[in-house]
């Protein structure tokens, strides 16, 4: 079995690894930011009672925490699946031809620029510790006791989702009814500028990104907020 190595140098795995996580928070919170804001400001277009404002909003929150979750889940878990079969194969290969993985890995690192000499003993050191970890390695950019799990991302999924969403629920709840909606804009917008500039930290992308988000984010508030001072107007509300 052979594979092309890839991506983050082995040292900077972990690292990679909590910024991916960081840059997934991130983006769960503004997630549960905007349709949290949205939802909450098209039920307050139609009216200024707290009650349902309050419940389409506990709504939103917990529906769309559920639906990050599975989601995340679901992902987690194919990807799980996925490097287990890998994992599995590679087990089952050293079984089967040793000398032949033991060829294999050593060619991995010949390629890597090793003399033939060298890569040969690294290869043999490397698999008299532990074969199948030095061949993940090498070959898949695996490691096997650092697999995703799926109910750790679900969790972290929902959580972030959650914080951000709580944000534009109390501004919508406890600000004053005359002033609800145009500050509750206000501090989403503040929110989503800071969400999306550690988000392209994070990223390493551009502030457009961020002005995308931020654009994007009162562009589904006003949105919203047009359908229901509409559906209010009309009486179909």
């Known amino acids: ?66 639906s990050m979750a599975l989601g995340e889940y679901v992902s987690v878990s194919s990807q799980k699946d996925s490097q287990e079969a890998l ?31 060298t890569a040969r003993r690294v290869a043999i050191e490397l698999t008299d510790h532990d ?12 490691d096997e006791l650092e697999l995703a799990n799926p109910w750790h991302a679900a969790f972290a999924s929902a959580a972030a989702f959650a ?13 004053p009814a005359g002033v609800r909606i145009p500050l509750t804009f206000v501090a989403v917008l503040v929110a989503l500028t800071i969400t999306g500039a550690v988000s392209a930290q994070v990223g390493g992308t551009r502030r457009r990104a961020m002005l995308r988000l931020t654009v994007g984010g009162a562009l589904a508030m006003a949105f919203t907020y047009v359908v229901g001072a509409l559906l209010g107007t009309t009486g179909v509300a």
């Open 1 to 66: 079995m052979t594979g092309e190595h890839g991506g983050v140098e082995p040292h900077d795995r972990g690292v990679a690894a909590r910024l991916n996580w960081l840059r997934a928070a991130v983006l769960g919170a503004n997630d549960g930011i905007v349709s949290t804001a949205a939802t909450v400001i098209g039920v307050a277009g139609v009216t200024n009672s707290l009650p349902p404002i309050l419940v389409a909003g506990s709504a939103a929150v917990v529906g769309g925490a559920a």
């Open 87 to 117: 994992i599995e194969k590679e087990r089952q290969e050293l079984r089967d031809d040793p000398a032949g993985e033991l060829s294999e890995l050593a060619g991995l690192y010949e390629a890597k620029g090793l003399s033939p000499s």
């Open 131 to 142: 074969a199948l970890a030095a061949h993940l390695s090498a070959e898949l950019d695996i």
């Open 163 to 175: 914080a951000g969403a709580v944000l534009p629920l109390l501004a919508i709840l406890l600000l």
